[in-house]
T-cell receptor, first 115, second 114 residues
Framework: DAKTTQPTSMDCAEGRAANLPCNHSTISGNEYVYWYRQIHSQGPQYIIHGLKNNETNEMASLIITEDRKSSTLILPHATLRDTAVYYCIVRVDEYSGGGADGLTFGKGTHLIIQP | DAGVTQSPTHLIKTRGQQVTLRCSPKSGHDTVSWYQQALGQGPQFIFQYYEEEERQRGNFPDRFSGHQFPNYSSELNVNALLLGDSALYLC?????????????FGPGTRLTVL
Protein backbone atom coordinates (compact mmCIF):
# COMPACT_ATOMS: atom_id res chain seq x y z
CA ASP A 1 0.00 0.00 0.00
CA ALA A 2 1.04 3.56 -0.70
CA LYS A 3 2.48 5.38 2.29
CA THR A 4 1.03 8.71 1.21
CA THR A 5 -2.38 10.42 1.24
CA GLN A 6 -3.38 12.97 -1.39
CA PRO A 7 -6.64 14.70 -2.33
CA THR A 8 -8.40 13.04 -5.22
CA SER A 9 -8.70 16.17 -7.32
CA MET A 10 -7.96 19.89 -7.35
CA ASP A 11 -8.67 22.86 -9.59
CA CYS A 12 -6.41 25.84 -10.23
CA ALA A 13 -6.73 28.88 -12.47
CA GLU A 14 -4.22 29.27 -15.25
CA GLY A 15 -1.36 31.56 -14.26
CA ARG A 16 -1.88 31.03 -10.55
CA ALA A 17 0.26 28.89 -8.24
CA ALA A 18 -0.95 25.32 -7.82
CA ASN A 19 -0.29 23.90 -4.36
CA LEU A 20 -0.63 20.12 -4.08
CA PRO A 21 -0.55 18.66 -0.57
CA CYS A 22 0.66 15.22 0.49
CA ASN A 23 0.56 13.52 3.88
CA HIS A 24 3.23 10.95 4.73
CA SER A 25 2.96 10.66 8.50
CA THR A 26 4.81 7.31 8.69
CA ILE A 27 7.85 8.42 6.69
CA SER A 28 11.17 7.02 7.90
CA GLY A 29 14.33 8.99 8.43
CA ASN A 30 16.01 7.60 5.32
CA GLU A 31 13.04 8.04 3.00
CA TYR A 32 12.85 10.78 0.43
CA VAL A 33 9.68 12.43 -0.87
CA TYR A 34 9.36 12.15 -4.66
CA TRP A 35 6.82 13.70 -6.98
CA TYR A 36 5.89 12.36 -10.39
CA ARG A 37 3.13 13.46 -12.74
CA GLN A 38 1.28 11.65 -15.49
CA ILE A 39 -0.22 13.60 -18.32
CA HIS A 40 -3.07 11.84 -20.08
CA SER A 41 -1.93 8.97 -22.33
CA GLN A 42 1.70 9.31 -21.27
CA GLY A 43 3.98 7.56 -18.79
CA PRO A 44 4.75 9.20 -15.43
CA GLN A 45 7.41 11.91 -15.40
CA TYR A 46 9.76 12.78 -12.55
CA ILE A 47 9.26 16.30 -11.14
CA ILE A 48 11.28 16.78 -7.97
CA HIS A 49 12.39 15.09 -4.77
CA GLY A 50 13.64 16.07 -1.30
CA LEU A 51 14.63 14.75 2.12
CA LYS A 52 14.03 17.55 4.61
CA ASN A 53 15.05 20.79 3.01
CA ASN A 54 12.90 22.75 0.60
CA GLU A 55 13.86 22.13 -3.00
CA THR A 56 13.32 24.03 -6.24
CA ASN A 57 14.00 23.20 -9.86
CA GLU A 58 12.83 24.47 -13.21
CA MET A 59 9.51 22.65 -12.91
CA ALA A 60 8.41 23.11 -9.32
CA SER A 61 9.17 23.73 -5.66
CA LEU A 62 8.86 21.21 -2.86
CA ILE A 63 8.12 22.33 0.68
CA ILE A 64 8.57 19.68 3.40
CA THR A 65 7.36 20.37 6.93
CA GLU A 66 9.89 20.31 9.74
CA ASP A 67 8.50 17.05 11.14
CA ARG A 68 8.53 15.62 7.59
CA LYS A 69 5.00 14.29 7.97
CA SER A 70 3.66 16.30 5.07
CA SER A 71 4.79 18.19 2.01
CA THR A 72 3.48 20.52 -0.69
CA LEU A 73 4.36 20.57 -4.36
CA ILE A 74 4.12 24.06 -5.82
CA LEU A 75 3.76 24.81 -9.53
CA PRO A 76 4.41 28.57 -9.46
CA HIS A 77 2.59 29.61 -12.63
CA ALA A 78 0.29 26.82 -13.74
CA THR A 79 -0.49 26.41 -17.43
CA LEU A 80 -3.07 24.25 -19.19
CA ARG A 81 -0.27 21.76 -19.95
CA ASP A 82 0.12 21.14 -16.22
CA THR A 83 -3.23 19.35 -16.15
CA ALA A 84 -2.25 15.85 -15.03
CA VAL A 85 -2.35 13.33 -12.20
CA TYR A 86 0.33 14.12 -9.61
CA TYR A 87 1.77 11.34 -7.48
CA CYS A 88 3.56 11.81 -4.18
CA ILE A 89 5.83 8.85 -3.33
CA VAL A 90 8.14 8.11 -0.43
CA ARG A 91 11.09 5.84 -1.02
CA VAL A 92 14.43 4.92 0.48
CA ASP A 93 17.29 6.86 -1.03
CA GLU A 94 19.81 5.04 -3.14
CA TYR A 95 22.61 5.43 -0.62
CA SER A 96 20.71 3.43 1.98
CA GLY A 97 20.56 0.36 -0.15
CA GLY A 98 17.29 1.18 -1.78
CA GLY A 99 18.81 1.12 -5.21
CA ALA A 100 16.51 1.65 -8.11
CA ASP A 101 13.60 -0.05 -6.39
CA GLY A 102 10.13 -0.22 -7.82
CA LEU A 103 7.98 2.80 -7.07
CA THR A 104 4.79 2.50 -5.01
CA PHE A 105 2.15 4.77 -6.52
CA GLY A 106 -1.13 5.73 -4.88
CA LYS A 107 -4.04 7.16 -6.81
CA GLY A 108 -2.54 10.64 -6.90
CA THR A 109 -4.21 14.03 -7.29
CA HIS A 110 -5.90 14.92 -10.54
CA LEU A 111 -4.97 18.58 -11.05
CA ILE A 112 -7.15 20.45 -13.51
CA ILE A 113 -5.94 23.85 -14.69
CA GLN A 114 -8.86 26.06 -15.67
CA PRO A 115 -8.43 28.67 -18.43
CA ASP B 1 18.81 10.42 -27.69
CA ALA B 2 15.78 8.12 -27.76
CA GLY B 3 13.91 7.75 -24.53
CA VAL B 4 12.19 4.59 -23.38
CA THR B 5 10.31 2.90 -26.19
CA GLN B 6 7.63 0.24 -25.95
CA SER B 7 5.91 -1.99 -28.48
CA PRO B 8 3.26 -2.54 -29.48
CA THR B 9 1.24 0.56 -28.67
CA HIS B 10 -2.06 -1.30 -28.44
CA LEU B 11 -2.93 -4.97 -28.29
CA ILE B 12 -6.16 -6.95 -28.14
CA LYS B 13 -6.18 -10.53 -26.88
CA THR B 14 -8.76 -13.02 -25.68
CA ARG B 15 -8.97 -14.80 -22.35
CA GLY B 16 -6.53 -17.67 -21.98
CA GLN B 17 -4.09 -16.37 -24.56
CA GLN B 18 -0.50 -15.35 -23.92
CA VAL B 19 1.06 -11.96 -24.66
CA THR B 20 4.57 -10.53 -24.93
CA LEU B 21 5.31 -6.83 -24.51
CA ARG B 22 8.65 -5.26 -25.33
CA CYS B 23 10.68 -2.39 -23.93
CA SER B 24 13.90 -0.67 -24.95
CA PRO B 25 15.47 1.39 -22.17
CA LYS B 26 16.86 4.88 -22.42
CA SER B 27 20.43 4.98 -23.70
CA GLY B 28 22.90 4.35 -20.88
CA HIS B 29 20.36 2.67 -18.59
CA ASP B 30 20.81 -0.90 -17.39
CA THR B 31 17.70 -1.51 -15.29
CA VAL B 32 14.14 -2.06 -16.49
CA SER B 33 11.01 -2.03 -14.34
CA TRP B 34 7.50 -2.98 -15.41
CA TYR B 35 4.24 -1.54 -14.06
CA GLN B 36 0.57 -2.31 -14.59
CA GLN B 37 -1.88 0.58 -14.55
CA ALA B 38 -5.58 -0.20 -14.44
CA LEU B 39 -8.03 2.50 -15.47
CA GLY B 40 -8.28 5.21 -12.82
CA GLN B 41 -5.52 3.74 -10.67
CA GLY B 42 -1.86 4.53 -10.13
CA PRO B 43 0.78 2.25 -11.67
CA GLN B 44 1.46 -0.96 -9.75
CA PHE B 45 5.00 -2.37 -9.71
CA ILE B 46 5.28 -5.81 -11.33
CA PHE B 47 9.02 -6.53 -11.31
CA GLN B 48 12.46 -5.17 -12.12
CA TYR B 49 15.32 -6.62 -14.15
CA TYR B 50 19.01 -5.88 -13.77
CA GLU B 51 21.94 -7.83 -15.20
CA GLU B 52 19.45 -10.11 -16.94
CA GLU B 53 17.95 -11.27 -13.66
CA GLU B 54 14.77 -10.42 -11.78
CA ARG B 55 15.98 -8.17 -9.00
CA GLN B 56 12.73 -7.26 -7.29
CA ARG B 57 9.10 -8.33 -7.64
CA GLY B 58 5.78 -6.84 -6.66
CA ASN B 59 2.62 -8.70 -5.71
CA PHE B 60 1.84 -10.32 -9.05
CA PRO B 61 1.22 -14.02 -9.82
CA ASP B 62 3.65 -16.26 -11.65
CA ARG B 63 1.61 -15.78 -14.84
CA PHE B 64 3.63 -12.59 -15.15
CA SER B 65 7.20 -13.27 -16.17
CA GLY B 66 9.94 -11.35 -17.83
CA HIS B 67 13.30 -11.37 -19.44
CA GLN B 68 16.16 -8.96 -19.95
CA PHE B 69 18.55 -9.27 -22.87
CA PRO B 70 22.27 -8.44 -22.97
CA ASN B 71 21.47 -5.11 -24.66
CA TYR B 72 19.30 -4.27 -21.59
CA SER B 73 16.01 -4.43 -23.48
CA SER B 74 13.26 -6.37 -21.79
CA GLU B 75 10.12 -8.38 -22.38
CA LEU B 76 7.06 -8.84 -20.20
CA ASN B 77 5.12 -12.08 -20.72
CA VAL B 78 1.66 -12.74 -19.38
CA ASN B 79 0.19 -16.24 -19.66
CA ALA B 80 -3.41 -17.41 -19.38
CA LEU B 81 -4.80 -13.91 -19.77
CA LEU B 82 -7.73 -12.83 -17.61
CA LEU B 83 -10.18 -10.01 -18.22
CA GLY B 84 -8.60 -8.26 -15.24
CA ASP B 85 -5.26 -8.10 -17.02
CA SER B 86 -6.65 -5.36 -19.25
CA ALA B 87 -4.52 -2.34 -18.42
CA LEU B 88 -1.80 0.03 -19.54
CA TYR B 89 1.58 -1.65 -19.12
CA LEU B 90 4.40 0.77 -18.47
CA CYS B 91 8.10 0.18 -18.72
CA UNK B 92 10.59 2.35 -16.87
CA UNK B 93 14.36 2.39 -17.17
CA UNK B 94 17.01 3.58 -14.77
CA UNK B 95 20.69 3.22 -14.02
CA UNK B 96 21.93 1.41 -10.94
CA UNK B 97 23.97 3.90 -9.05
CA UNK B 98 22.90 6.69 -11.34
CA UNK B 99 21.59 10.06 -10.22
CA UNK B 100 18.60 9.45 -7.93
CA UNK B 101 18.06 6.17 -9.70
CA UNK B 102 15.37 8.22 -11.39
CA UNK B 103 13.03 6.12 -13.44
CA UNK B 104 12.17 7.22 -16.96
CA PHE B 105 8.87 5.87 -18.22
CA GLY B 106 7.82 4.87 -21.70
CA PRO B 107 4.41 5.69 -23.18
CA GLY B 108 3.03 2.24 -22.36
CA THR B 109 1.26 -0.59 -24.12
CA ARG B 110 -2.52 -0.66 -23.84
CA LEU B 111 -3.64 -4.31 -23.48
CA THR B 112 -7.31 -5.19 -23.85
CA VAL B 113 -8.42 -8.72 -22.96
CA LEU B 114 -11.81 -9.76 -24.35
Amino acid sequence: DAKTTQPTSMDCAEGRAANLPCNHSTISGNEYVYWYRQIHSQGPQYIIHGLKNNETNEMASLIITEDRKSSTLILPHATLRDTAVYYCIVRVDEYSGGGADGLTFGKGTHLIIQP
Amino acid sequence: DAGVTQSPTHLIKTRGQQVTLRCSPKSGHDTVSWYQQALGQGPQFIFQYYEEEERQRGNFPDRFSGHQFPNYSSELNVNALLLGDSALYLCASSSQGGWLNEQFFGPGTRLTVL
